[in-house]
């Protein structure tokens, strides 16, 4: 097992490493003058210039440049934002907790419901229950998160009044952020209203984002388990006289789930996408929002600082999710 | 035993008449069978019926402003017209005829973005597949790296790069599409190249280029049209995003991402200016995704879903 | 003799209601108490077919018609389906052909053999999980599995073809069945392991006083094993006896063909004697006889008329001119 999980370490090396080059290639790449880029000055008289130049050290050639960034993120330190000079590091730490408690809620969401979807549709194979469950998630996949978004807004806060439209809790509650999360931390506080505030804030980016992987998750569910349910194994189950129930959950699913162990992994990139995109509609104070304010304010260590760090949490994500194929399916792990 | 009589002749064979039927009327009945599939098909040709004809069939141009209509309802609601069936946006702009124009830029973007994406990455598929070695892992990697960042952060780190605008946004969206194809077309060169019919030609003197291109190409296509189709509606659907971020296609172009980028603050006044570009978007991409599933069972009967 | 099963007019067809494909065909089967029954027909005979259809594992879109299907005098086509469920396992138990394939490759062996204990074991065996260890030990032990505690948590895959079947027998009689249906037992396996695997079987039948249908396309092994033979051909039953009269002297020319067709039988010859022609596809069933198109003796009543099942004595032969009434 441990030569499993060593192996599988060794290979994310380079990838991460690649993920490193493309952020510091990054900024030079972008149009216009590195100094003014970086440090947000425009229409520098030329002495600062050379000195700003000299200052972050753009003089030196290209690959020590890049060693000394690797040094530097290394180390933590990825810049400052430009427009609140805060540092990158700082800002990512303090706003990613809002993104994890979303995506992990919309992962939940479309686990929960997806896989007994999916269980359900292969189980009652041909009929409308089937018809319905793929119907329903190739629509899901098939439209924009953001309008789904939207739609939902219109139908929930606006029409219903049931949920709020935007925002991670009422404007009136201010609880200290001690975990970052704000399920934990108003539980924390002992402040049962403004509990209650934080849920039903979470409900409706909750369904937007996690639709996607739930209609993802559906159907791979389903694909899987009709393979699973063909298989000598269930039939043999079968002849044994086990419980129905149990040959569908106790065998089928659990040979079906290493697929959809696999998909459900792949979700997490396509939830960070998603996240982007949610949190900029529900104003969600996470990652997402800050890197698309970054972009489109130009704030180019938000930028790069945002990239590089979400894409290493994609990878390690999915180191976890290749490990747990790994507990899932005996066969890998003896490999 | 004493000799069997002479053996009777095989019905089957009396039926089929002239000779086997053609490859694509074959294909054409599998890929019938499938009902949503059809439609889809219909529904692609419609769209791109709408996209051709749209300078004719759209009833305004889509930039022309009616500064006395903003806002206005569509013609089910009280305060709606035939003038503007589908009401206008904001700046009073006839909604159902952006949409109509959009129709045309969207399946530009699906069309541009994955004919350069499928090239490309047909092209390197073949090579990393071919060659093997170091060409090979150096491909593979940088595809590790593009792969690791989700799709639409990759895109956004492209236009950072490239600046804003529809055409940016379609080089970002090939960059986003090109590793699946790059992966799928070295898999299917990884199967294929062991194969007698690639060893015969080398033997008989085929050169690399001719191998690799007129050889082994034309056996993964299967999966390549496949994943083409499905890229389509990734590359609408990521380009809508782009667009409402405001990254993608600029105002006052009627994309319908874009057309939507706005819409937040009027969802209580006019939720139509929300509702209908996305449920646009919605049947392209729908209509596309069941093509994609379609041909996939049609070409491939091993990848074939339990349907029926 | 007790009649364990009797099956009378059993149909199973496939395809669809306008075009049935039938997979058996008035197919009449009865297994004594303790009795060894051999299935025998090449594939697509229907014989594993008839085994699934017994225990009720044929599924959509196969349907399944037959007069009576009775077990210990119970008629398992008129009785509710939970009560069906419950036999499965406990009074008829079932082996198949690839035993690796038939063992779920995600839990060890130990827990698979756990289950069918704490589902059909005795009261005392399923009380506890230490109970039901030493259940399954004992039971691996009488299937001449050696250490059979390193074996408990070994996953299927770590397994050798003998020894999964052995592992699915030892499951199978967990119940303490009074039936035992084996579909191509050793046919997956080594020859050195075919004989223990059936040597096991005959042995765990003395001891217990089961029944056995041995379903398999090898005469070699039924000639060997079984009390009595069913000879199948495309669905339809051709031909029944007692072992060894039915290979001394076989009724049905399709017998005759597939003794023919042994190696043992053709020792002096430069080649295999075979039976020319294939067996009828979906589409082309003849209205005669079945055999009819391959027949070396067929005549025209044969491809006119489809023959039905004629007594001779303790045997039965579907055949307008059974060989031993020549």
């Known amino acids: 097992m441990l030569g499993f999980i060593l192996r599988r370490l060794a290979l994310i090396v380079p990838t991460f ?55 530097q993120v290394l180390h933590g330190d990825l810049g400052s934002s430009l427009t609140t000079h805060d540092s990158v590091a700082h800002e990512f730490a303090t706003l990613f907790p809002a993104t994890v408690e979303l995506a992990t809620f919309a992962l939940l969401f479309a686990v929960l419901v997806g896989v007994p979807a999916g269980v359900l549709a292969a189980v009652k194979r041909n009929t409308f229950a089937d018809y319905a469950v793929m119907g329903v998630s190739l629509t899901g996949y098939s439209m924009p998160i953001f309008w789904w978004a939207l739609l939902l ?64 998750i559906a159907r791979m569910t389903r694909s899987a388990m009709l393979e699973v349910l063909r298989e000598d194994y269930v039939r043999a189950a079968r002849a044994r006289g086990l419980p129905r129930w149990r040959v569908i959950v106790v065998h089928a699913l659990r040979n079906a789930s290493i697929p959809v162990i696999t998909v459900v992994g792949l979700q997490v990139g396509l939830l960070l996408s998603g996240a ?54 005996p066969r890998i792990r003896h490999a | 035993m004493r000799e069997t009589s002479a053996p009777h002749p095989n019905p089957l064979s009396a039926a089929r ?22 439609a889809g098909l219909l529904i692609v040709g419609a769209l791109i019926a709408l996209a051709i004809g749209a300078d004719v069939i759209a009833p305004h141009p889509p930039h022309e402003q009616y500064r006395e209509f903003t806002l206005a309802p569509p013609v089910w609601h009280a305060g709606g017209s035939l003038r503007f069936i589908l009401g206008t946006d904001p700046v009073g702009r006839d909604i159902l005829s952006r949409l109509i124009h959009g129709t045309r830029l969207s399946l530009l973007i699906g069309a541009i973005s994955v004919a350069i994406s499928l090239t490309l990455g047909a092209v390197l598929g073949l090579v990393a597949g071919y060659f093997r070695g170091l060409v090979d892992t150096a491909i593979m990697r940088m595809m590790d790296v593009m792969l690791a960042l989700p799709s639409l952060l990759l895109a956004i780190a492209v236009v950072a790069i490239l600046g804003p605008g529809l055409v940016n946004a379609m080089y970002a969206i090939a960059i986003v599409l090109l590793p699946h194809y790059v992966r799928l077309t070295r898999a299917a060169v990884l199967a294929e190249a062991p194969r007698e019919y690639v060893t015969s030609s080398r033997i008989a003197g085929a050169g690399a280029l001719r191998l690799m291109f007129a050889t082994i190409l ?91 | 003799m007790n009649e ?95 035993p690796l394939g038939s063992l779920d490759p995600c839990y060890t062996v130990g827990y698979q053999l756990g289950e069918a204990i704490g589902l059909h074991g005795h009261a005392d065996e399923r009380v506890s999980a230490a109970a039901r260890r030493e259940r399954a030990l004992a039971l691996l032990r009488e299937v001449e599995i050696a250490d059979p505690a390193a074996r408990l948590s070994a996953f299927p895959h770590q397994l050798s073809g003998g020894m999964a079947q052995r592992v699915m027998i030892a499951i199978a009689i967990a119940g303490r069945p009074r039936l035992l249906i084996a579909d191509e037992p050793t046919t997956a396996l080594d020859v050195t392991v075919q004989a223990q695997v059936l040597a096991l079987l005959m042995r765990l039948r003395r001891e217990r006083g089961m029944a056995l249908l041995l379903i398999t396309h090898d005469l070699a092994v039924v ?57 009828p596809g979906a589409h082309d069933r003849p209205s005669g006889c079945l055999l009819a198109p391959r027949c070396a003796f067929a005549v025209d009543r044969c491809v006119a008329e489809r023959p039905g099942i004629g007594a001779f004595g303790d045997a039965t032969v579907r055949c307008h001119f059974p060989l031993g009434a020549r």
Not at chain 2, 18 to 34: K, L, T, V
């Open chain 1, 17 to 71: 490493i690649g993920v490193t080059l493309l952020a510091f290639a990054l900024i030079h790449l972008i149009p216009g003058d590195p100094v003014e880029n970086i440090s947000g000055e425009r229409g520098m008289d030329p002495a600062r210039r050379a000195r700003l130049l000299h200052e972050f050290g753009l003089d030196r050639p290209l690959a020590v440049q890049y060693a000394s960034y690797v040094g």
């Open chain 1, 153 to 216: 807004i219109l139908f929930f806060s606006v029409q219903l009044g049931w949920t709020p439209v935007s925002g991670r809790i009422a404007v009136e509650y201010d609880i200290p952020a001690v975990t970052g999360f704000m399920l934990v931390d108003t539980l924390r506080a002992g402040d049962m209203a403004a509990f209650r505030s934080a849920v039903s804030h979470l409900i409706l980016p909750t369904i937007a984002l996690g639709t996607i992987p739930l209609a993802v």
């Open chain 1, 276 to 329: 982007i995109l949610t949190e900029t509609i529900f104003s969600w104070p996470g990652v997402g929002n800050w890197l698309i304010h970054g972009v489109q304010s130009r704030d180019y260590p938000v930028v790069q600082g945002g990239i590089l760090l979400i894409a290493a949490l994609v990878i390690s994500v999915n180191l976890v999710v290749d490990l747990l194929y790994g507990v899932a399916n």
């Open chain 2, 17 to 38: 008449g002239e000779g086997a039927p053609s490859r694509f009327g074959e294909f054409w009945r599998a890929y019938a069978q499938n009902r949503g599939a059809v």
């Open chain 2, 218 to 308: 034309p056996n993964c296509a299967a999966p390549l049209i496949v994943q083409a189709t499905l890229g389509f509606s990734n590359a609408i659907l990521d380009a809508a995003a782009l667009g409402f971020l405001g990254l993608g296609a600029q105002p006052p172009t009627p994309e319908w991402g874009s057309m939507l980028a706005s819409a937040l603050e009027f969802i209580q006044r006019a939720p139509w200016v929300v509702t209908f570009p996305g449920l646009a978007i919605l049947v392209t991409v729908l209509a596309f995704n069941l093509m994609g599933d379609g041909l996939r069972d049609a070409l491939d009967p091993k990848l074939r879903r339990s349907t029926a």
């Open chain 3, 4 to 98: 364990l099963v009797v099956i009378e007019d059993l149909h199973v067809d496939f395809g669809t209601r306008a075009r049935p494909l039938p997979a058996v065909e008035g197919l009449d089967l009865s297994i004594g108490e303790g009795e060894i029954v051999g299935l025998v027909g090449e594939s697509g005979s229907g014989k594993s077919v008839t085994a699934l259809a017994l225990m009720n594992l044929v599924d959509f879109p196969g349907r399944v018609r037959v007069r009576r299907m009775s077990f210990a005098g119970r008629d398992l086509a008129r009785i509710p389906d939970r009560e069906r469920r419950a036999l499965a396992g406990r009074d008829i138990a079932m082996i198949f052909q690839d």
């Open chain 3, 223 to 279: 000639a060997e094993t079984a009390d009595r033979v069913v000879v199948m051909y495309a669905g339809q039953v051709m031909e029944t006896g007692a072992v060894p009269t039915i290979f001394d002297a076989p009724l049905h020319p399709y017998t005759q063909a597939l003794l023919d067709a042994l190696p043992e039988h053709n020792l002096d010859r430069a080649r295999l004697r075979t039976i020319a022609g294939v067996v």
